[in-house]
């Protein structure tokens, strides 16, 4: 199982993605307060979260102990603590457009935090 933490709206596209192509089980809390969507992703062991306008600072990502990735389904990660998330190995990464990478060789853009690299959703 690879949990993955959703803040953020998608499409029908982008959620089959995740979920047939790479293989996540999606803990859908888009609209939740953000406690909770914490608190629930923690529980589920989140390994990624794809958040939209969400802060994700310190504390947000300390309380997610099993965070591999942060994606930002917006055109810059201007919520997202990206040192935080580089002190903690997590890499962010970014897209106006919210879609997934359908394989490791998508053209979708991903801008790793921890070695300034662009690739996909593990550094």
């Not at 989140?46 to 099993?66: F, Q, T």
Request: net charge negative; with cysteine; proline share 9%.
């Amino acid at each position: 199982m690879r949990p993955l933490l959703l803040t953020a709206e998608i499409t029908s596209r982008a959620r089959a993605t995740f979920t047939d192509e790479l293989g996540y089980t999606i803990i859908d809390r888009c609209g939740a307060a953000r406690a909770d969507a914490i608190r629930d992703g923690a529980e589920a062991g989140a390994i990624g979260w794809l958040l939209e306008a969400d802060p994700c600072g310190e504390e947000e990502i300390e309380a997610l102990p099993s965070l591999q990735w942060i994606a930002c389904a917006r055109g810059g990660p201007v919520n997202v603590d990206v040192a935080a998330a580089t002190r903690h190995a997590s890499p962010c990464s970014t897209h106006p457009d919210a879609m997934p990478p359908p394989s490791p060789t998508s053209s979708w853009v991903r801008s790793c935090a921890s070695c300034g690299t662009s690739h996909g959703p593990t550094c």
